[in-house]
């Protein structure tokens, strides 16, 4: 990538024969220039041709219509999942199928967009294109299959599908997760070693455990063979690390005899206490160390970029290279067309803090770092009360009532307010008074809102930046709003609608979230974790990838293996859970080891047993010893 | 502390008249010296007194034979705690009495030779002297009115065995777990806000709940009400952060209706993932700005009692003020009584490198640290064989044998047998074939050693820090010792002891910890761990100390209030486990719910459902719907 943005610059200093007019080839060089500088404001590595029009094409690809709408496919095209067999909301083939194939031209067109883009020889070259090319190629050809199979009524296996988070990863757009990925990608062989003695470990004790209980003819509550066989022993004492069989696993050994309990507190000391701590120390580490590899790259072709940007624009001005004023303000007008007037003389007064008319280079490299500053135009402004009616906003009482508002005593007030309405909320709402308090709460709410837009200037109140107003805002108006329609429908229609009950509970409560907005340290906390928000995203995107693959692929196994939903015991299956491999495993056996009690209104028992079994070993026994 | 230095400092400035012979007050300048030295060197930080007396007390207070003898009186105090009643090992009252008041009277003696050693003013400004003063007023208050109760026959609480800790902590050698102690309570404001607001959402979620599913009359699958407290609620919420009641909690919610489930992934996502990290990263971050406060301040202190030693022993030199070398050696030879010579030189070269006959301030300052530089003095002799028989020794035979040792391939091959043995190991040793084998290992092993002791110098070979040699040799005399004795006492008395067994057994296995050895990435992440293993050791001081205030107060508290052991049902209390209070309860209901199975030969369960109580909410109900 560094070669290609190089090779422009190289370009643009030996100028070449052109027979475009020089205004057309200074409007072109301008709009080079702003691409290398939005590529560099948005951290974009997409080595691109600079023939004016792929450099207009660039900017085509570019544009947020595009980003949106390639966005859009790939979720479509993820969310085909929940209508195709197995599925959640079943669709039949045929309209799966004409979604998938829109999808995959929408890709393939956006492959072909970034072609014309990029130069032939990059593109060919970069694995993430080759991917999406031939994932395209594989889908079609599954289709295909699938589809001829289902018309003679054979069914088959649909396996293209665990391939389509390819798309997510291997769009240009994607290039946080795919630097998440290779961050932890790099991060693994260097915890190789401390897994590889983590497992060494773990091998050495399970042969220890092997030898000194497997010929005691020890039994596990359950009345299995306690210790006999190595591997299930590594599993064992793995799932031990974990905590999720500690005690159930050392029972056994320390009935039989107390002195083993020194076996296993060894154990638990190095391998939960020291090895897992070890683990979390050396990913830590050495994930940061390579985070902070990707950042140092990433500032280096940012600024790569806006050298290459400078490269263009420059002119010389006595023994230095500048950017002149107008040019500067015509290339950040072209990067931001919405900028405002204040914002960009903002900028430019940063820039050329000598108000010497031009840029230089060290200024201009900001450039880029500049533009993602977000600036707030605050414009103080008198009161709207105040310009209709001086007379009466200016009066005593008003005056009163504005300094009333402004003190921290107002904000206390109100923080014991809405303690006393969860108070109240606690309390059983059956009582008709607490029926009534509700109101009153609501009302005390909302003339608090309407006492802060008295006193403080409306627009500025609730600027762009005033996060914490808006929220408070939109609780107040969306409890008022679900309490108000409740009300209604339940005295138009005598109708107690669950659902909307269940809003205005929940939004009743949510009100409470406003302590947050009047004690500062708490605020300083969510602040915090809604700026790292992004980044917990990026890491949601990559667990997404993984998720889909492997849920995709366990739907193909493991469908239709295991059965529950037979509370009447109507089939002879019902035994064994549908599968005729369950039988007499723990599994079925908790089922059926006690007699069956009556059938629960619904199956109680499906989903928290699945829950369960990612821990088999964990599972109590049926028969216990009495104390 | 820096108070009372600088006040010796500016003592020796103004040297007061001294009846003392030169010499005498030259020894004692250097006694002095020494001391602050020492104090730098090993970081301590008691302010002493400068008179002669005072400073050959403060010599034999810091001496090891002292500091041995108040651990050992600390151990016997806290250990008292295995004999008394309710004990492991019980003794009558008068025989741990008396061994406690000779504790006490060790405490007391090492407290009135701190007295004398530091300034008056200083002892009494220290909180942790009146604490032990306090602490051993107290137990001996305490074992006054237990004693005389006892002998009138009433049975009342020795309430200050919870205080013995503060022995551990308050010692002027336990300053390492003191700071630990110190850097963690700091924390604590740190992290304050984040637990509150934890705490907070926490409410707010119960209190949904409490709203939503409240009144729906559900039943968990015990049959109990489900989320109708807001404490249990919050209990249980709080549970489901640690994941231990997961999905078990959430089982009733969903099959009423699986839109609850939104609820659920929502707290999840909120508090599991996203609090509990946050959480790991506030303590880790301020328990790491805390520790390097310590150290900084560790680092003022040490460089501050260096200067006090400088300020003692200086001269003035050309327009410079320094240590002759003379007065250096001696100060090096005081301070470390067996330094090697050789390792006397080698500080002297590198604190006067100019080697112009003194020390300058800049290099006296490091002095401290210097010292605690290991040194390994490496003798480079020929080996004892090439001595006593050089023709044999240097033959073309014996050489190539030194050069295969040498080799790498001569590692590999060891390795490999090792990963036999391994294989062995783990195949059923009843087969008379592997019993053999197993003597044939031990012979390649002790070959090795041979082999090793043959090319390499002995006395090199395990030096002082040859840690992983000493490692390799002690594993495989073990093993052979233990093999050796257990054939002998089988063939001698054909009687087989479980013991011996077992213990060949294990030394068996641990044979193939050798491995570590030869691989190099192993030998790095074990010598890490040990050189981490101090750090870890005062967390387990501390661990320790909250460990046992809280068992000595759980005992007295809980002694008696649950009984176990009773399979046969020979008491009417067996079913509520001694303690009416557990009637109908979770606890005693699982082991009678289902009828009573045959007794187990040892009482199973007693343990291990101990253990479980620290989850009650996680216990499995006895009936379960099928599936």
Redesign the interface.
């Known amino acids: 990538m560094p070669g290609a943005g190089r090779a422009a610059g190289v370009r643009r200093l030996r100028p070449q024969p052109s027979e475009e007019p020089p205004a057309l080839e200074e409007d072109q060089d301008l709009l080079l220039a702003a691409a290398y500088v939005s590529d560099a404001q948005y951290n974009r590595n997409v080595p691109f041709e600079t023939s004016p029009r792929a450099i207009r094409l660039y900017y085509f690809y570019n544009h947020w219509t595009m980003q949106v709408a390639i966005y859009f496919f790939i979720c479509v095209d993820l969310s085909l999942a929940l209508f195709e067999e197995p599925a959640l909301f079943p669709l039949p083939f045929l309209a799966t199928s004409i979604a998938e194939v829109l999808c995959l031209i929408a890709f393939f067109g956006r492959l072909v967009h970034f072609a014309k883009v990029t130069p032939q020889m990059v593109f060919w070259k970069d694995t993430k294109n080759i991917c999406i090319m031939v994932t395209i190629a594989l889908t079609l050809i599954d289709l295909i299959i699938y589809g001829s199979l289902e018309a003679v009524n054979i069914h088959s296996v649909r396996w293209s599908r665990a391939l389509r988070p390819v798309f997510l990863i291997n769009f240009p757009e994607s290039r946080q997760i795919r630097r998440t990925f290779r961050s932890i990608r790099n991060t693994l062989p260097d915890i190789l ?2 897994f ?2 983590f497992m ?1 470990s773990v091998l ?1 004790f399970s ?2 455990a ?3 209980l497997g010929d005691r003819g020890l039994r596990t ?1 359950e009345g299995l063979p306690y210790f006999t066989n ?1 591997l299930e022993i590594a599993f064992e004492l793995y799932v031990l690390v974990t905590t999720a069989n ?3 696993v050392m ?2 050994a ?3 005899n107390w002195w083993y309990s020194l076996y296993f507190i060894t154990y638990i000391i190095i391998n939960t206490y ?1 090895f897992m701590s ?1 683990f979390l120390a050396v990913v830590y580490n050495n994930y940061r160390k390579h985070l902070k590899n990707e950042i140092r790259k990433l500032a280096y072709l940012k600024r790569h970029k806006m050298m290459e940007a400078f490269n263009i624009l420059k002119v010389k001005v006595g023994s230095e290279f500048v950017v002149m004023e107008a040019r500067w303000r015509r290339l950040a007008r072209t990067v931001m067309p919405h900028i405002s007037s204040p914002h960009l003389e903002l900028l430019l007064r940063i820039s050329d803090e000598g108000q010497k008319g031009y840029v230089d280079k060290m200024n201009f490299l900001r450039l880029a770092d500049l533009l993602n500053i977000q600036v707030v135009t605050m414009n103080i402004k008198r009161h709207p009360l105040e310009e209709w009616m001086p007379w009466v906003y200016q009066s005593s009482a008003s005056l009163l009532i504005q300094r009333m508002v402004r003190h921290r005593i107002f904000v206390w007030v109100y923080d014991i307010i809405i303690l006393i309405n ?1 108070i109240f ?2 309390l059983d ?1 059956k009582n008709p008074f607490i029926s009534y308090a509700e109101w009153l709460f609501l009302s005390l709410y909302i003339i608090e809102i309407l006492l802060k837009l008295y006193t403080y200037e409306p627009r500025a109140y609730f600027g762009k930046k005033q996060f914490w107003n808006w929220f408070d805002m939109l609780i107040i108006v969306a409890a008022l709003v679900a309490t108000v329609a409740n009300t209604t429908i339940q005295s138009a229609s005598k109708y107690n609608s669950q659902q909307v009950l ?1 809003i205005v ?2 939004l ?3 009100r ?2 406003r ?2 907005v009047s004690i500062q ?2 605020r300083l ?2 602040t915090t ?1 809604i700026n790292i928000g992004p980044t ?1 995203l990026t890491f949601g995107g990559l667990i997404l990838v993984v998720y889909y693959v492997f849920a995709i692929i366990g739907m193909e196994a493991f469908h239709g293996k295991v ?2 939903f ?2 009447n ?1 109507t089939t002879p299956d ?1 035994l064994v ?1 549908g599968n005729p491999a369950l039988k007499d495993s723990a599994f ?1 056996r ?3 080891g ?1 007699p ?2 009556p ?2 209104p ?8 699945v ?2 079994e990612r821990h088999p070993e964990g599972l ?1 026994g ?6």
């Not at 619904?602 to 047993?609: D, E, F």
């Open positions: 070693y401390v590889l003695l060494f050495i042969l220890m092997l030898k000194l509550v190595i500690s005690p159930d029972m056994p320390y009935n039989f020291i070890v969860a909320i606690a709402e269940d509970l929940i009743r409560i949510l409470l979230l302590v947050i340290r708490f906390i969510v974790l917990i059965r529950f037979d509370p015991f019902a859970c079925a908790d089922r059926h006690t069956p009690p059938p629960p619904q199956a109680a028992c499906s989903l928290g047993w829950g369960r109590p049926a028969p216990r010893a009495p104390c």
